[in-house]
């Protein structure tokens, strides 16, 4: 994957403030999915926020939020709280050595990274979870094999790369470093090309 064209679009749209570009039909329906996991006292670590769009609308009075995002503009753009504490780093070397996360969430990030940097993140997620803990990982897949896009986007109009991932292939993944991979499949309805489709894998009991 072309590094460059990655950085080029995210920076991008950091200036602009687009962290996603889903209908908002799909935030209330993470909502319903994440909610069960987010108890009292909840410390939230989002790896690739954005906006945190999702993750600051989880957040109950005793909870925590630790926002990861590449991008500062991003990061800026995340309401002033005394709960949210923001990162600019790279997922990949974001460090864990000061938290314990109870619910860790990698929503439409894998999309751009490479497969030894997906495996480093799950790694290090897999340190920095509770015991108790859930590491959410969500992404559009693929029904057949890995895909990958390099080229002009119609819909983004410009130039988009992606890998998106076969399904079973990332479970096995996940499933090097958590004893327990549930995969949810998002409703058809909100897959828009007929080679994709959206999936969250719930990962628990760390190995
Ligand atoms: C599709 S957006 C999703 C935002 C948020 N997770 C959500 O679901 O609302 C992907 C985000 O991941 C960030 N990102 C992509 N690659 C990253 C990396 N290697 N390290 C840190 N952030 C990254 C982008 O800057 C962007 O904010």
Request: aromatic fraction near 10%.
């Amino acid at each position: 994957m072309d590094k460059r064209v990655i950085d080029q679009f995210w920076r991008q749209r950091a200036t602009e403030g687009g962290g996603r570009w889903t209908e908002p039909e799909m935030l209330d329906y993470e909502l319903s999915m994440l909610t069960p996991y987010v108890g009292a006292n909840c410390h939230i670590l989002d790896l690739g926020s954005g906006p945190a769009a999702l993750s600051t609308r989880l957040l109950g009075p005793s909870c925590r939020l630790t926002a990861v995002d590449k991008y500062q503009s991003f990061l800026d753009s995340i309401p002033s709280d005394p709960r949210i504490n923001t990162v600019c780093s790279d997922v990949v070397n974001f460090s864990y050595t000061t938290a314990t996360y109870d619910l860790i969430l990698l929503f439409g990030v894998v999309t751009h990274l490479d497969l030894a940097e997906e495996l480093a993140v799950y790694e290090n997620a897999a340190r920095g979870l509770a015991d108790s803990g859930v590491l959410a990982v969500k992404n559009q897949s693929s029904h057949h094999g890995e895909k990958q896009v390099d080229g002009y986007s119609e819909s983004l109009k410009c130039h988009y790369v992606g890998r998106y991932p076969d399904i079973p292939g990332q479970a096995a993944r996940l499933g090097r470093f958590f004893g327990k991979v549930e995969i949810r499949h998002y409703p058809p309805a909100f897959d828009k090309w007929p080679d994709t489709t959206h999936v969250c894998f719930l990962c628990s009991s760390r190995k």
